[in-house]
């Protein structure tokens, strides 16, 4: 049995799968698994394996990488400031 917390994280992660493939059917076929699965790990019925939750949110950040754009290709973004912005002060 898996936390609540994870186990949440993780059909979200499925839903917005769902979503971005455009059906449950859909999904299935690229997961290489059986959309009964699918239905049974949305509805808490069945835990989603390790293994389908790693292709879960690959496909994720397949599908919301931008295309195209291989200029910035194995880069990690930019780090995001941390500090709040002050304006400088003049003289």
């Known amino acids: ?11 979200r992660a ?3 799968a769902v979503e971005l493939a ?3 059917r859909a999904l ?5 698994v059986r959309a009964a ?4 790990w949305l509805g808490g019925k069945l ?3 390790r ?13 919301l990488t931008p295309q195209g754009d291989d200029a910035d290709a194995g ?12 304006p400088q002060e003049r003289d």
């Open 1 to 11: 049995m898996i936390p609540a917390m994870a186990a949440s994280v993780q059909i």
């Open 14 to 16: 499925l839903q917005k």
């Open 22 to 24: 455009g059906g449950r």
């Open 28 to 32: 299935a076929e690229r997961l290489a």
């Open 37 to 40: 699965d699918i239905e049974k």
């Open 47 to 49: 835990e989603l394996p």
């Open 51 to 63: 293994d389908v939750f790693l292709r879960v949110v690959e496909f994720i950040v397949d599908e």
């Open 75 to 86: 880069e990690p973004p930019a780090p995001r400031s941390s500090s709040a912005w002050s």
